[in-house]
């Protein structure tokens, strides 16, 4: 392949992987450096418009859960793609393989570890993921997207450098606006639940809203995400109980939402805890409570140390509990001004180039002091 050589970033499956790997794209271009992504199909709808030279489709899949059979068979997927993964990058001799977690990165980071090439993985969870596990002990750096690295040993632990999240540049831009004012004796609030959505939200949330008092319903403003299915529920009771509300399965400008709310009702999926930090924003986080590794609770728990954040389990997140968290904030909106400041002590705004910094020393050999 014709021009410089490049950095490949290899993410995929969802968004949360994507938007990390999409903000490294963009901070060594400012460096002059070419980068080209592999991915799966899945995340082929997210990567369309990724800032890259080149986009490679690695076959993957996820060999845990399910049949035997069904495990055997991802197994097999995986070999076969790390096949493919050693002669792409026999083709396009990259720099280094960064990874950023999730099934798919486990062909091309293994085939840089076979053939030598420097690679990183990232690890935006506070606890790290199995894919990253599986791999951690063959790279040469781990990035970490939090202080503390959960679910590791000392020799792993030893690798980690912390760089923080990665954001959007649509967060950084959300970042600069000053946190509202109350002049209009509003409450702006938004509800999203990560990149699925959340039904807990749908179910939750406008049954608290109704137990609050009149008055207080009158002065909410509220933007929530909710599932198509959930969506027109969710409107009717918002426009039954004659609040300002809009509902919608997704938001393509999330970001300056966020910067435009007081409180945001979210999951703790590394990206939402990371750009609620940047941005600056108090949040009452419900973790994911299925996950294996917990991630999301430890995620969770990095906001909650600093007063920023109401961190509460599923099975606890009733409307009753959401009705008086709503009602203190709006008998103490200088409260959640404070929460706002202690947020944003939280962020790394330049996350995205504390990764480049370090995807450049591993690429020309050079590591960090132990």
Not at 191 to 201: D, L, P, W
Not at 305 to 317: D, P
Request: positive net charge; glycine residues 8%.
């Amino acid at each position: 392949m014709s021009g410089a050589r490049a950095v490949l970033l290899a993410a995929g499956g969802t968004g949360g992987h994507l938007f990390p790997a999409e903000s490294l794209a963009v901070a060594l271009a400012k460096r002059n450096i070419p980068v080209e992504l592999a991915t799966d199909d899945r995340a082929l709808k997210y990567g369309a418009s990724f800032p890259a030279r080149a986009i490679h489709t690695i076959a993957a899949a996820t060999p845990t859960g399910g049949s035997a059979l069904s495990k055997a068979m991802a197994l097999l997927t995986l070999a076969r793609g790390t096949l493919t993964a050693r002669s792409l990058l026999r083709r396009i001799e990259p720099l280094c393989v960064v990874g950023f977690g999730g099934y798919p990165t486990v062909p091309p980071v293994l085939a840089a570890t076979h053939l030598g090439i420097p690679s990183i993985l990232h690890e935006q969870n506070a606890v790290m993921g199995r894919a990253n596990r599986f791999m951690a002990g063959r790279v040469d750096r781990i990035a970490t997207g939090f202080a503390q690295l959960g679910g590791v040993s000392d020799a792993i632990r030893r690798k980690a450098e912390h760089t923080g999240n990665p954001v959007r540049p649509a967060v950084l831009e959300a970042a600069r606006l000053p946190f509202p004012g109350f002049e209009d004796g509003k409450l702006r609030l938004l509800v999203t639940g990560g990149s699925q959505g959340a039904r807990v939200m749908s179910d939750i949330v406008p049954p608290a809203v109704e137990l609050l008092p009149h008055d207080q319903r009158a002065r909410l403003v509220i933007v929530q995400q909710a599932r198509g299915e959930d969506e027109e529920r969710v409107a009717a009771a918002y426009r039954r109980m004659g609040i300002a509300a809009e509902v919608a399965p997704f938001f393509a400008d999330l970001p300056a939402r966020m910067g435009q709310a007081h409180i945001v009702v979210a999951r703790a999926g590394a990206s939402t805890v990371s750009e609620l930090a940047v941005v600056g924003r108090p949040s009452i986080l419900v973790p994911f409570p299925f996950a294996l590794d917990q991630d999301q609770a430890a995620n969770a728990a990095h906001l909650a140390e600093t007063g920023a954040a109401n961190v509460i389990k599923q099975s606890e997140f009733t409307p009753q509990w959401l009705a008086a968290r709503l009602a203190e904030a709006f008998a103490d909106p200088q409260g959640l001004t404070r929460r706002a400041e202690a947020a944003k002590s939280a962020g790394i705004p330049d996350a995205a180039e504390r990764l480049a910094d370090l995807v450049l020393r591993v690429a020309k050999g050079a590591t960090p002091a132990e």
